[in-house]
DNA sequence: AGTTGATTTTAATCTAGATTAGAATATTGT
DNA sequence: ACAATATTCTAATCTAGATTAAAATCAACT
């Protein structure tokens, strides 16, 4: 019963090389493991999660999270780093296919949102950062920085080359990013929904940005009554 | 040594009725035990907080704190219905003294991130709403909401009176609130930046409403570098 | 110059959950 | 079927922090 060390199992004995198969078998039940977790802080609070609730998503018992992982505190930092690398991948794909400034800031916004109610399944939301242990709370807080700062670029690149109006750059990069990141608080899941805010939140998010006379196609969208639901979002909304 | 019951110690023996000064001096120092509280949540994060960090911000014992809640879960109530309390009323203010839709939003913007950057002091950030016992949490979950539909109403209203153009009231509902819910993460009092803020948040997240022709005065703004700090905020920026 | 209640402290408990050890079962390859 | 490792479970520990009891200090009033 071998113990897993950093993130892959230890082989040991005679003539057993991990197979890729093995790798990836171990990767993507972790990968569950990680989004049952971000299930779980996203639903019922980080302080309100228990391993044993984590676990009981996946129909296991707590101990034997352990095996996937060394402690409580490393499934978070986990969560953390996935839910970064969604972002970065977002964005990078939209720096490489994206023509002005304001496109790849709609592409990257587009990718990103996509991403966390879509297929890479529920992304955590951050709000923990400040206690991981210091070396991972630094290397989460370097990937943020670096997510925000090429952010920041992109709204620079599109101000210089006059797709989206002068603006305060920092300011406008907060209220997106904030935006974005509270996502998770009032997105639960309904694969229907998804599409809907694939839909509409970028357009949303980058309504503020174009210069004038660069604005977007508005495809005759007209004012939706708030849906159905009881009304939410909001000051803190959340299950 | 009588324990406070509810919110207000309790006063017993003859000839002692509480004194308003009484209540104001417990108030005022309950007041200050939660601001340190919302202080402590939004640095520290919430399980990285206990109580005798609390305590030490006011210069107490953790047992000290016991005189004015019941217990942790209390306290983070308290520092819930207090930030909801300050979005509250800028949305108030901000419905009685505008004049169009489009008016009141921007008024409430800057209200409520006036009074959560400024004198109303730290305001917790509201991420851990699914670990209030049920009572607490339904309470909560209902100030929300209210507050929620109180501003899509603005929205509405923004759009039947033409200020506004037609958009997606629940999703831009959204988007704003989560902007505003994630403010504490990367806003950390200084008093300086804190003017900046007020004069360039609200207008950021009110840009993409204006309806055509209703735009608002750009006084003369001009690209402004990511000011100075590293660069921050974003998937998940903190301290 | 003491009485009364308000506020805080010291010094223990108490406890939910994280964590661990070792045994049990599953899976894969031969 | 067997060996060998992978994965999970059962059954205890362990522990940081919350919580409590009771005593000590403080502030206001007579």
Known sequence: ??????????????????T??????FALKRDRML??????FNEKGYSGTSLKDVAARLGLTDAALYYYVRNKEELVYLCYV?????????LAAAVSEGSTGLDKVRRYLGAHV????????????MSEIPSLEPAHREEILALSRRHGAAF???????????SIRPCDIRMTGNAIMGAINWIPKWFHG???????????????????LAAPGKEHRDDGRRARAPADSPADSTVGRDT
């Open 1 to 18: 019963m071998p113990r897993p060390v950093n993130d892959r199992p230890v082989r040991i004995g005679p003539g057993s090389v991990p």
């Open 20 to 25: 890729p198969a093995d790798e990836s078998r």
């Open 35 to 40: 989004r049952a977790a971000a299930h779980c």
């Open 82 to 90: 996935r839910a970064a690398e969604v972002g970065r991948e977002a």
């Open 114 to 125: 996509a991403g966390m109610v879509g297929e890479r399944g529920p992304v955590a939301i």
């Open 152 to 162: 920041e670029k992109l709204l620079a690149e599109g101000i210089a080359d006059g």
């Open 190 to 208: 309904d694969a229907e929904q998804a599409s809907h805010v694939v839909r509409e939140f970028p357009e949303i998010l980058s309504a503020g």
